[in-house]
């Protein structure tokens, strides 16, 4: 079976189109007598006569006519594939899986950086995960998920590489009937209040890293936390909440979260208690599409720095 440099269809498809060698020559910028020369190798290749070869230019014989439509349409399918693998590389094209959890969600910097990378990649197929912490870092480590939206933090050891995109406040969340809260807008409270509440956190083998940073602040305001309830998503937190099974705190982004029944309240400073947001990627190299949506992610927290 023969094997044809692509190099030498073009040149072909050019003598074809300007039935001349010298017109064909001076449009691929080289010169006429190397140019005849590989018409005669591509010729020799294929066993075949391509061209009539007339005093006054070139005339495709049969095999030179079977030849061309093929000829142009391998250049075209050559050129695309090669335009796909570029724009692949550039994160124009191709897919990415974006994982978050619940609560990141609902804070506004999240959509915005979808939004950003949606407008800057439309070609690229975007799929959406939502899963807890804990298993998002998983996916992220084997692979199916390319970037994701979590709480908490964890240690480079794991594959895994990781920024904070930002940090909040953190809220306590009352039910309404609460005798802090009820019948009254209660608009701070100190954390060494909550020293005898029942509190319901989000499950630490799903969000180690905020759960820590919770006992920790309890404990830096000097008293241990009573967890009554864990809850495997943040946002069931709140549903526990409001039926009056204990108090949450949650990042202050959860209060656009419209569930009756609960209260927010601010948590007085100074406290450590903030809600970091990361964004965590395989430590390995990464797709044009996953470094794009990093680079807006990046971009879009330091144009909010600069709002303040």
């Known amino acids: 079976m023969a094997s044809v440099d692509l190099r030498l269809l073009r040149y072909f498809v050019a003598v074809a189109e300007e039935s001349h060698l010298t017109k064909a020559a001076a449009r691929l910028g080289i010169r006429q007598p190397p140019l005849s020369q590989q018409i005669r190798v591509l010729e020799q290749e294929l066993g075949v006569t391509l061209f009539h070869r007339l005093p006054r230019g070139m005339e495709l014989t049969e095999s030179g006519r079977a030849l061309l439509d093929d000829a142009r349409n391998i250049i075209a399918l050559t050129e695309q594939a090669v335009e796909g693998v570029r724009r692949v590389s550039l994160g124009e094209a191709g897919r990415l899986i974006v994982g978050f959890t619940g609560s990141a969600a609902f804070h506004p910097f999240v959509p ?127 549903s526990l909440v409001a039926a009056g099974l204990g108090v949450s705190l949650v990042p202050a982004s959860l209060r656009r979260v419209n569930i009756e029944g609960v209260v927010y309240v601010s948590v007085s400073q100074p406290t450590e208690l903030r809600a970091p947001l990361n964004l965590i990627w395989r430590d390995a190299p990464l797709s044009g599409a996953a470094r794009r949506l990093i680079e807006e992610a990046r971009q879009h927290r330091k144009e909010s720095l600069a709002q303040g």
């Open 112 to 238: 915005s950086v979808i939004r950003r990378f949606r407008e800057v990649a439309p070609n690229v197929r975007l799929v959406l995960e939502e899963s807890s912490t804990g298993e998002l870092m998983e996916d992220v480590i084997e692979g199916r998920v390319d970037v994701a939206f979590i709480r908490g933090a964890y240690g480079p050891d794991r594959g895994v590489a990781m920024e904070t995109v930002l940090e909040e406040t953190m809220l306590a969340a009352f039910p309404a009937d609460h005798p802090a809260v009820k019948g009254r807008a209660r608009k701070r409270i100190a954390l060494s209040e909550l020293a005898d509440e029942s509190l319901i956190l989000y499950r630490r083998h799903s969000g180690p890293g905020l759960y820590d940073a919770i006992i920790a602040a309890c404990s830096a305001a000097g008293f241990s936390p009573r967890v009554a309830q864990e809850a495997p998503r943040m946002l069931s937190t709140l």
